[in-house]
């Protein structure tokens, strides 16, 4: 058998069965071993961004990675910004890179470049396989890689020749590796500040935020009258009817210091002390008060669902009762299209067990609460903050759960970047509902041009955050790679639009047409 | 004057006058810079590849950089295929990369990762600004370094406090380094190899590709008795009526070995000895045959066309008459859509001083033999072999020369990389006709599959490679981001739309519907 064989009947005996794939020439043994075996699911996209954001919202969703199969570096680049989000959110993700034969690299070939060096910065877990013998252990390593809690991007970079050589007999299960536990003083620790009165806040994310995890830390927060918050962009966050709440901390630095202004004692679990997103002229780069104590419970890799409950047990709070969001319903608007009568259409008839992908910057702000009394849901966000990955992670999300209806709320700015996702979720069928937010333009950019204190707000300067010249055409767009579109120009219509596209399977794409003015921002 | 002000006047100093953009927040200042100056067009893209592709075809036409200005590391990872192309073209092209403030890295915010890290890869010359006070200077040397004969890729990386922070003075005009000469023994070798009888090849990239340099080399061969070829792709080839001809090597090893079989001698100018595209189980990676002696008369950055003037005068060729190609049409087809009526029709109407931006991979094969004498051109090929670049340099090259037509062929898989970029031409009313050929299906993938001795050639296997599922609507496409499209599926049709094309000015496309069957193949 050769490289390419043995290497895939590792990665299905690990449990690896979906691969996003844009392959190239130097690739062609690893498709013809796809083509052969009957255990890997292939995806087919038209741009490696698509590939490695797929494989982000299957690893979100399912737990597990997904591969993606890309072309040496330039392939491994196009998809970097999406990887660079899926590491962010610490999802697991296996990545395939083909690259040139091991004696064909010394001649620097025109697709010749270093693909090492472009894969560590977006990586966890980097290896080139040096022949066809190692290959199949190799790839074992990068499951094993890729799984660690709560997920880490594994990059194997496959030279030609190690595929299309005879290889040895391919690798079976290896153990998944367990998060760690916290050990039992950093418990002790936490319980002792949650008792001394001081206000304290809890900020969670990652495997604190399992349905289980949030029931712990409702558990704790009720009992010590702490305070729950979670990270702006997490990779899934489980809401509504039936889950216990957690605050969001704000994006913009004024009020996100003001959420937690009050705290004297900041406890995290599965995260980190929480920081600006960006730097601003003047203003602190902390969002937390000055002298404020700080105490790790578990760190990002280390079990979080097990250390809230190893809490809860030494504070003894198991029997308090939990608060969980009833189903409430904000009721619709009529008249014009707006942030807001779009929300309200979202939470009316989002379906139970929907998973959300928002991506709806500006415009999309008030889903989010108004969602928190909606059907249970998931909630996938942003965590890199490199804009283009909604479609692509609809995508994965859609393929690990093929029976919910994913929804991807997404400003027509960030969509650009990845539209060829379009195309896929065409060819693969997927049950997408995504909504533009079409307010024509970079409104986030125009709204940080004025915090950052720039001073020119002229035309041309403007003109650089918009984009109405010429319009972009969403619906024509979506018809143009084999998705439904439709034009919402009233709430009503959207209204319409959206209730049925909640009933009715398949992809399609909502362009809601916003007219959303900042020019008093200058 | 804030950092961003005088980093921009040292580039608009130094004859930088360009900026093909997608900024973000940690660029605003320098958004208000380019908005507050005169002196700096900007050019909004909607992905980065886009803006990276466009400062790779300025390079080559201006023959000076034009700048980018693009979104911290995912912002550069997003343009990192277009810069490899630019990279392996030598082009000139200045990177701007915003970064995070300077004292806010340390936070590791969502957007942060190694900038310096993702660049080298794709860059000749890599500087992260350490202040503001350094800004200015730091600008410059990146200035002189992508001036480096033929043309480097430097990247200046500039952390937002950078940019805001009170600077010095802008730089003036620095002197732009000019091509090393090559030492007299080299010619004096040349000259020798070409003296001594032995059937010899002559090898041609970069500045020897000049139209002055192929006048030289046409009389050093005719002298000699050597034959001219270049380099399968090159940055850039001036052909047509009333240039010097010379041959392309092939991009199959089979048929670029037959080319040069009967060297036993090798002279390379500009470029270095002729190596596979990829390697292939069982066939060698070396075009040239065993035994064939090799001297590198000039190397990428040494003055060739001085090279190549030196050795006419060692010769004593300066007499000799030119080969200059007449003007001569192919005439037109009728009936069947084909490559070749494609070939004939582009060869027929193509205007004095095109320039044409070639990605037309399998389709497009007889283009280039059928337009050796059509009304004179400057060809442009994918020189990284990194697919997408041809609608981007395409926008460049318009930017550069906008007196010029510019004719893009393009794949129809590889133009959904960069699809996005027809907003731009659409934004900016550039001259650009692209042609589509669709056939379908990534159709160099079905045949290299065959080539590299992989087996499967199953539905599951080609459905990897098939772009049919749904059909893509390049019309569609076109018309969605503001440029008008026409779709062709006879010769006639074809042949009207494309003369029409080439006397009317503004961005269009024409999709050619091909049915290019390949199925026996396997």
Not at 7 to 19: D, P, Q, W
Not at 166 to 182: M, Y
Request: include cysteine; charged fraction near 20%; proline fraction near 5%.
């Amino acid at each position: 058998m050769n490289g390419a064989m043995s290497l895939l009947k590792t990665l299905t005996n690990n449990g690896v069965e979906v691969c996003f794939t844009n392959p190239g020439t130097s690739e062609m043994h690893m498709v013809a071993a796809i083509g052969q075996t009957g255990e890997m699911r292939s995806i087919l996209s038209l741009f490696e961004g698509v590939c490695t954001g797929a494989a982000d919202g299957y690893g979100r969703i399912a737990g597990k990675p997904a591969c993606t199969l890309l072309h040496l570096g330039p392939g491994l680049s196009n998809g970097s910004a999406n990887l660079h989000n899926a590491r962010k959110a610490n999802s697991p993700v296996i990545n395939l890179i083909g690259d040139h034969a091991t004696y064909h690299k010394k001649y620097d070939a025109p697709l010749n470049s270093d693909v090492i060096g472009l894969a560590k910065p977006v990586s966890h877990w980097v290896r080139s396989v040096a022949d066809a013998v190692s290959l199949p252990s190799d790839a074992a390593d990068a499951v094993v890689a890729a799984n660690i809690k709560p997920g880490q991007i594994a990059t194997l970079i496959v030279p030609a020749d190690c595929a299309w050589d005879e290889s040895v007999d391919p690798i079976g299960q290896r153990a998944t590796p367990l998060a760690p536990l916290v050990n039992a003083d950093s418990i002790t620790k936490a319980a002792e500040m949650l008792g001394n009165g001081k206000p304290t806040v809890i900020l969670m994310s990652n495997l604190a935020l399992t349905e289980q995890s949030l029931r712990f830390a409702d558990q704790v927060a009720q009992h010590s009258n702490a305070r729950l918050f979670c990270d702006t962009f997490t990779s899934r966050l489980p809401r509504g009817e039936g889950r216990c709440s957690v605050e969001r901390l704000a994006y913009f630095a004024e009020q996100a210091t003001l959420q937690i202004a009050h705290a004297e004692q900041l406890i995290t679990v599965g995260t980190k002390a929480p920081v600006g997103f960006f730097a601003y002229p003047g203003k602190v780069g902390e969002f937390y008060p000055e002298g404020c104590e700080i105490h790790a419970l578990a760190d990002v890799h280390e079990d979080a669902e097990a250390a809230l409950q190893g809490l809860v047990a030494e504070l003894g709070a198991q029997n308090q009762a939990l608060r969980l969001n009833p189903l409430r319903y904000p009721g619709l608007s009529t008249g014009e299209i707006s942030p807001e009568s779009i929300a309200r259409a979202f939470s009316e008839f989002l379906p139970t067990d929907a998973i959300v992908v928002d991506e709806s910057a500006t415009a999309g702000f008030l889903t989010y609460p108004l969602t928190e009394t909606a059907e249970p849901h998931d909630w996938l966000s942003l965590t890199g903050g490199s804009i283009g990955y909604g479609l692509p992670t609809s995508i994965g999300a859609a393929v690990a759960r093929p029976e919910a209806k994913v929804v991807c709320l997404h400003g027509d700015g960030g969509a650009m970047y990845t539209i060829q996702s379009l195309w896929t979720m065409a060819r693969e069928q997927l049950d997408i509902c995504i909504v533009i937010f079409a307010n024509r333009k970079y409104q986030i950019l125009q709204i940080e041009l004025a915090r950052v204190g720039a001073q020119s707000m002229n035309k041309k300067t403007l003109d650089m955050l918009d984009l109405s010249n010429p319009d972009l055409d969403f619906v024509g767009l979506a018809n143009s790679m084999g998705v439904a579109g439709y034009k919402a120009t009233t709430a009503n219509e959207f209204n319409l639009m959206f209730e049925r596209a909640m009933k009715e399977p398949g992809p399609r794409l909502i362009e809601a047409i916003l007219d959303v003015d900042v020019s008093g921002l200058g």
